[in-house]
């Protein structure tokens, strides 16, 4: 089945510096993949739409410049948490879906990066 | 965009099944329902899939009324490591993500 791979499952590191989550699909190619936010005891809550070869797509009140979002190739895209603060400590996560299947096919999730700022 | 209720929490014990019933009133033409599972600080695992009637894997079980406004999720004979989020989502099986919006999810405790 789909596998998508996360990269690197947590991280800590102090207030203002940047972060970079990394996410691959394994066995397919993603043109187009996800990334969630999860707070705890909370839902995923969708923060943008990366696009292969060209700018992401962000949910409403979501900063992009805060959220940097590079998608190179069809089976990498990162996501960058720039001049990170406490608030931004939570759990990320990256999704996508196979390409080509005629019916379809459901996202396939990463194992999620565990974010914590001091 | 469709949204989905579930109930917040459910019981049960090792052995026993256990239907977990998602409503989801609005749910369009084109639309799939499919069912993801969530450990503590892992990322959703994609148990099912269906439009309607039945679909039945090496996992679970659903079934779709004809009307397709709910379904339910069946986990058959469930252990301790059952013990999950169980999220029920209605969208397109292609395309955007942007309409699989996840609700708050169904807390399965299985007890001893």
């Known amino acids: 089945g789909a596998v998508v791979s996360q990269h690197p499952s947590w991280v800590i590191c102090k207030s203002g510096t940047s972060v970079k989550i990394e996410c691959r699909s394994l066995?397919?190619?993603?043109?187009?993949m996800f990334w969630y936010r999860q707070f705890p005891k909370q839902s995923l809550m969708l923060m943008a739409t990366?696009?292969?070869?060209?700018?992401?797509?962000?949910e409403q009140g979501v900063e992009k410049d805060k959220f940097l979002i590079n998608h190179a190739s069809l089976t990498l895209s990162t996501l960058t948490v720039t001049s990170a603060h406490p608030e931004d400590s939570s759990f990320y996560i990256c999704?996508?879906?196979?390409?080509?299947?005629?019916?379809?096919?459901?996202?396939?999730f990463g194992n999620g990066t565990r974010l914590t700022v001091t | 965009l469709a949204k989905t209720t579930q109930p917040i929490s459910m019981d049960s014990y090792e052995g026993q099944e256990v239907n977990i019933t998602c409503s989801h009133n609005?749910?369009?033409?084109?639309?799939?329902i499919t069912w993801y599972q969530q450990f503590p600080s892992q990322g959703p695992r994609f148990i099912i899939q269906?439009?309607?009637t039945k679909v039945t894997n090496e996992v679970a079980s659903l079934f779709i009324p004809a009307d397709r406004k709910s379904s339910t999720l069946s986990l058959p004979r469930v252990s301790l490591s059952d013990t999950a989020v169980y999220y029920c989502?209605?969208?397109?099986?292609?395309?955007?993500?942007?309409?699989?919006?996840f609700g708050s999810g169904t807390q399965l405790t299985v007890l001893p």
């Open positions: 990366s696009n292969e070869g060209s700018k992401a797509t962000y």
């Open positions: 609005n749910i369009a033409t084109n639309d799939y």
């Open positions: 066995d397919f190619q993603a043109t187009t």
């Open positions: 269906g439009y309607k």
């Open positions: 989502l209605v969208g397109r099986s292609s395309g955007s993500a942007r309409q699989l919006t």
């Open positions: 999704s996508a879906r196979e390409g080509g299947v005629s019916q379809g096919s459901p996202l396939h």
